[in-house]
């Protein structure tokens, strides 16, 4: 393992060496930015690349009026508001769920959208509302959870569906083209759902290389060497790394999933607004599972924290180090925005990974006392 | 949250397996992978089989969670195991 690490940071060195210019990758997906600081890969970049983190942490892409709205829901004394962990600190108008769980407020976490359908069927006095986050990944199993509900004929569920798709946000950063950006390491577990192929567009319309890889150090290198490679070829293609675990046409079962529950939908993300065909709604067959329309919330507009620059660093413009509340006004035990509240967030990796060891030892003291 | 980690089938019952995870036994659906067998590797994510994958490829994943679970532990109280239980 640790020879071809080596071999590949030699040879990711001497390529970019050889293209004798500045060459900016995005990691689209928050477990890649996890991984690079975990694995210290940042240290091993040559100085001319530069890796920056795109929009794949779906707590922080989540639309601030969508957390404004589970927070409005979870104040409601007939509901339970259901979510997974990382949704829980995020800050909104009203607070956060946490605050509001630890104000009496009937909030709960799961691993599992089946959970929370559980919790559906255990409480039928309830209203339980699960917040789903979360991209192609993630929602295959809101939408097997929601036929199951429909099936069973539970009346007191509902979702919130928040969930994202990954290329229609990659296609939406090149679009503005505000953040030039020479190819995509492409995230390893969304694609073992909608398939390498997925990429296609970006390759073929945009003229980006994108590698498909997965998490571990030999991966990430292998296929930050792949793009680089491209980049001095100047012939994009689209490459798989991680052949292993996703093919070209991904897991046509969850796909067929998908189809039947959601419909693709306009949807808002944090900073980069309403994009067109980015995510999943309940289909017209199923629209008596969201909450919104059931339990009549009104969405708001997006208020953000004056202070927070989270859409900026999602969309790879600046590093969390230039926003001024980072490690300040914002730290992973009292965070501003979503990205130092999410275990994925690129600025709680940041924090927790690029900081002297003493500083680090006592955020996590006061994360574990949260 | 898009992290999926690998288990072992050791045994199915309808639309449910038993999966070994890292010496845990847990539960998960088998509605989006329904050619799973007993013995085969899987990708579990939020409690659903994601998709077989072949036993290097889960070892390679499996070694390298084991190293992070181990460092995270340490530093950050363990927040990868919700990543890891989901």
Known sequence: MIPKLDMLRTELHELCRGLGRRVQLMEVCGTHTVAVFRAGLRSLLPANLRLVSGP?????????????????????????????????????????????????????????????????????????????????????????????????????????????????????????????????????????????????????????????????????????????????????????????????TGNRVAQEWLQRVFIVADTPWRELGTIPHSGLELAPRYQHFDALRRLGVHVGPDEEHPLCRCGEVITGKVEPVECPAFAGACTPARPIGPCMVSSEGTCAAWYKYSRASTSLAADTAAGERE | MCLAVPAKVVGLAGEAATVDLQGNTLQVSTVLTPEVAVGDWVLVHAGFAITRLDESSALETWDYLRQALGTDQATAGGEQGEESAA
Not at chain 1, 65 to 70: I, Q, Y
């Open chain 1, 56 to 248: 794949g942490c779906p707590v922080c892409v989540t639309a601030q009026r969508h957390v404004d709205a589970a927070i409005e829901l979870a104040t409601r004394p007939d509901v339970t508001l259901v979510t997974y962990g990382d949704m829980l600190r995020v800050p909104g108008r009203l607070g956060s769920l946490e605050r509001l769980r630890a104000a009496g407020a009937d909030v709960r976490v799961v691993n599992s959208a089946w959970s929370a359908l559980q919790i559906a069927l255990d409480n039928p006095r309830r209203q339980v509302v699960f917040l789903a986050v979360g991209f192609e990944t993630t929602a295959p199993a809101t939408a097997a959870t929601v036929f199951e509900a429909d099936q069973r004929g539970v009346e007191n569920f509902s979702v919130l569906v928040c969930h994202k798709l990954v290329v229609p946000a990659m296609q939406a950063l090149l679009d503005t083209g505000e953040v030039p950006l020479d190819g995509f390491l492409a995230p390893g577990h969304v694609s073992v759902i909608i398939g390498a192929g997925a990429y296609r567009p970006i390759v073929e319309r945009y003229r980006r290389p994108v590698v498909v890889a997965g998490f571990e150090p030999g991966q990430i290198l292998a296929g930050l060497v792949r793009l680089v490679r491209q980049v001095a070829s100047g012939c994009p293609i689209l490459e798989n790394v991680y052949a292993g675990v996703v093919t070209e």
